[in-house]
């Protein structure tokens, strides 16, 4: 039996698609969320929490992932995602999005980090910024 959840996708910065394949035939089934102009605030915690569940869906599609919750290469991947998302490029109305909390608040919802997890894995980022390995 084939069980698929296919990929979330961004279509012009407004319409999710899945992807959807259940049984031993394949039938797609595409969802789409209304393409709705946000504008000013909205539009910035629209695209916060867009990126937010993307990076947690591809994380927690990693098989055992919770054995990788302080890895480096994890991180740095995250940071790279975020950084090169075409989605906080195109909010050009001023709002700024703070990429490293963004970041953070992923891997928490991700791998739930007690205080110490937290404060490696922030100074983890700064390390990657620092040292540019996080690249555009």
């Known amino acids: 039996m084939l069980l698929y959840i296919g990929k979330l996708f961004l279509y012009k910065n407004l319409i999710l698609i899945y992807n959807i394949y259940v049984g031993n035939s394949i ?3 595409d969802v789409y969320i209304a393409d709705i102009g946000y ?7 629209n695209i916060y929490f867009t990126l937010f ?3 947690v869906d591809l994380v927690t599609a990693i098989t055992e992932f919770n054995n990788l919750r302080c890895e480096t290469e994890l991180v740095r991947r995250v940071c790279n995602i975020i950084e090169n998302s075409l989605t906080l490029s195109k909010n050009s109305d001023g709002f700024k999005i703070n990429k490293k909390q963004l970041a953070l608040d992923a891997l928490q919802r991700c791998f739930n980090y007690n205080e110490q997890e937290k404060h490696i894995v922030s100074a983890m980022i700064d390390f990657l910024i620092s040292n540019n390995f996080v690249k555009k």
């Open 39 to 45: 504008k000013n605030k909205l539009k910035s915690h």
């Open 53 to 55: 569940n993307i990076i």
């Open 27 to 29: 039938k797609c089934k």
